[in-house]
């Protein structure tokens, strides 16, 4: 008697621990834009490789978090924004409305936290805004659960994955409004093992800036992800001498 007493109660204890809604962690998520150049001044060479990390990049993400970074180096013109309930879906995440603090008054990143479910994903997203120079996004820092990694985004081939993809803007734009572009494509080739990946939408018309999509694996506990996305001009883009405003190709 005591036996099936005893089995009921942990019957009884298991379905309330099933019908007990997970709890909600919380989330953070900062981003700096950057010029290109101001990586240089920390990173060793060794550190510019694919997926490298090292303590140049451990100074840049301290430089950052102290303000100690130069004010010139810093783009204000790129937004960090919430998704659309359109994108979320798209990219198979949850969609996240939250207050997103401007970088600002000393303050270098944009950042931006939030309540989510652990194992769930969420996507943020970069846009510049108009004709805003730098227009490529040429590197990128993440810092998701290890440490600060420095990638170049490349075109996925050949099955090859990374936690920073480049694909064409209309490309994705496309997929998106198909709903299909995670499923088909970017869940083949973002690697999200630590946490954060970035997809960047390559801007085919160069007198525009590139976009950027930065997504988060939700992780069991509380965690800050971090991302320096760090821009150039195109290569053959540049100012003709005495023609202010005017460019030319290489």
């Known amino acids: 008697m005591k036996t099936s007493r005893g089995l009921l109660i942990a019957i009884l204890l298991t379905g309330l621990a099933a019908?007990?809604?997970?709890?909600?962690?919380e989330y953070r998520l900062e981003v700096?834009?950057?010029?290109?150049?101001?990586?240089y001044p920390f990173a060793k060479t060794a550190e510019l490789s694919d997926g490298a990390s090292g303590p140049g990049l451990d100074r840049l993400e301290a430089g950052l978090d102290q303000?100690?970074?130069?004010?010139?180096?810093?783009?204000?013109?790129?937004?960090?924004?919430?998704?659309?309930?359109?994108?979320?879906?798209?990219?198979?995440?949850?969609?996240?409305?939250?207050?997103?603090?401007a970088a600002g008054d000393g303050q270098r990143w944009d950042e931006v936290r939030w309540e989510g479910k652990?194992?769930?994903?969420?996507?943020?997203?970069?846009?510049?805004?108009?004709r805003g120079l730098?227009?490529?996004?040429?590197?990128?820092?993440?810092?998701?659960?290890?440490?600060?990694?420095?990638?170049?985004?490349y075109v996925p081939v050949n099955g090859s994955r990374s936690a920073a993809v480049k694909y064409p803007l209309a490309f994705l734009w496309s997929y998106e409004e198909r709903g299909l572009i995670w499923d088909?494509?970017?869940?083949?080739?973002?690697?999200?093992?630590?946490g954060l990946g970035a997809v960047v939408g390559e801007n085919s018309n160069q007198t525009f800036p590139d976009q950027a999509y930065l997504?988060?694996?939700?992780?069991?506990?509380?965690?800050?992800?971090?991302?320096v996305l760090l821009w150039r001009d195109p290569a053959y883009d540049f100012q003709a001498p005495g023609r202010s405003g005017h460019r030319r190709s290489r």
């Open 19 to 25: 019908a007990t809604p997970a709890r909600a962690v």
């Open 215 to 227: 997504i988060v694996q939700q992780a069991a506990v509380p965690t800050t992800y971090k991302a």
């Open 67 to 101: 303000g100690a970074v130069p004010h010139a180096v810093v783009l204000h013109d790129r937004t960090l924004r919430w998704a659309s309930e359109g994108v979320a879906h798209a990219y198979g995440t949850v969609r996240v409305l939250a207050e997103i603090k």
């Open 118 to 130: 652990p194992g769930e994903r969420s996507v943020w997203m970069v846009m510049p805004s108009g």
């Open 32 to 39: 700096a834009n950057l010029w290109e150049s101001a990586l």
């Open 134 to 153: 730098p227009q490529q996004l040429y590197r990128v820092v993440l810092r998701g659960d290890g440490p600060a990694r420095q990638f170049m985004p």
């Open 184 to 194: 088909r494509y970017v869940s083949q080739s973002l690697d999200l093992g630590e």
